[in-house]
Structure formats: C-alpha cells, structure tokens
C-alpha cells in the first residue's frame, strides 16, 4: 500500500534543531525525544540514508512526516508486506491501448522528483526486494532499471528511510548485514513520561489529569513481563484511548477498547490486563 504525503533532554517544540530545518510550526505534530531531528536532518545535508527502530506506535512515521514538512521534501510512504516485490518499488510495464508502457513505481518517482521515500515495515518485505536498494543506499546513489535500461542517478535532495520494529525480527524476517550496514541508524522509543503527557494533552485532547492517568496506565502494562503479549501498550493506543474519553465514553471503556482488547484476544491475558486498568484508573468514569 502505498500513500505520498534516544536519553538526553529535549528541545523546545518546534525549535530548528538541524541544519536547514523549518520552524515546526506547519508539520505535522511531533514532540522529540532528544536529537533525532537533528540526525535525520544531519543526514538529508550528508545525503545518508537513515533506519529507524522502534517498537510499534511509537511515532516513527509521524516522526518522517514532521521531519519531511520541516525540510519542505515530499514524501512518498510504502507499507511493506510479504508480497512486496522489486517491480512494486521500481515499476513494470503496463498495457494498454494495444502497446506497453513503462509505469513508474514508488522508489522511482521518490529519485526523479527528489523526493524523501519511506519504507515501512521494511523487513516485511521479501528480502529480494530490498537489494534493489543496495546501490541507492551507499555512495553510488544509483538506482538501475533493468527492464528500460535507465541508469537514474538520485539528486541531492532525494533520501531513502526505511523502519522496523525489532520486536518483529527472527530468523526468517530481518535484515542482512549487507543492508544493514548501508544505513545510519536511529533508535526510537517509546517517549518519556513528560513528552507522552504533552503528546496525549496535543493529540488526545486529555486533560492534564487524564494524560496523567493514561500514562500511569502505560508504564504499569510495559512493566508486565509475565504475560504473552507481542506488544505492549503504545502511544498510539494512548491517544485513542484519549479521544474515545474526550468524545464521552467513561474511561474504562475506552480502556478496554483501545488498549486491552487491541493488545490480545487471550481471555485470561485481557483479564489480567484489565486488573491492571482497573488498578490505575480506578472503577469512576
């Protein structure tokens, strides 16, 4: 599917924090963790390409939107999947009208415009897919169309992103050393308690009190280490939770519904995890 669109201390929301960054005040809605602004910037000047790691939901795409909005790039985003082929990302002939024409995938309209090209999800793909990134992703900058003979050379303003949750990996899904190692990387997490509160207060609509609360939620559900859960409670599951109360639902409901029963369908598992809602937030609405 495809749609165009870290401890130290943070900076101040919306500062320039990297170089020919814009202020943040028309991008989308991120609140840094600590210098990740100032890396992916840092690498769009080098002409790097940049990996992001981080568990699900906790901002890696909204953080490519804010950073692609502060660099005034557009950006082109792929949802990788188990059936994601070469083609799909550089493109194929289609036919019609009784000849064939070449119709430009993702990846190639992203080098000919000069565009920031997301890859989400990366290691979902088929592992032969991401080669064709090997000579986009080093110093060569080129990405070679075989089936047109084209030769592109990426401009300065292009940039390759790709992401993936670590949690995610095993022997079947991951990345080779060859890709790898192509790629500056950034670790992401999820925010400390301070930033999780302004983004569910930002993005939530939360009072301060019910940010609070929600965020007490989170951290006693990542403590949980006796459960199967593949994923723990997101900020993404957080600011649902919070739109859900703001709209009017009692906040043990949206509880249940954003969090809960988005984690596991495990009846004893969502049991245990509501003694944990119940033990945080309480039996009031």
Known sequence: MEHAHAAITPPALGAPTG???RPAGGAPFYAEQGGECALFAHCFTQQLPLLIKGPTGCGKTRFVEHMAARLGRPLITV?????LSAADLVGRHLIGQGNTVW???PLTRAVRSGAILYLDEVVEARKDTTVVL???ADDRRLLPIERT???LKAPPEFMLVISYNPGYQNLLKGLKPSTRQRFTALTLDYPAPAVERAILEREGH??????ARLVQLAQALRRLTDHDLEETASTRLLVMAARLVASGLPLRDACRAAVVDALTDDTETVRALDEVVRAVVGDDD
């Open 103 to 105: 119709s430009d995938g």
């Open 149 to 151: 003979g084209e030769l």
């Open 206 to 211: 939360a009072s301060p009190a019910l940010a």
């Open 19 to 21: 170089p020919g960054l």
């Open 134 to 136: 090997h000579p986009l």
């Open 79 to 83: 949802s990788c999947h188990d059936d």
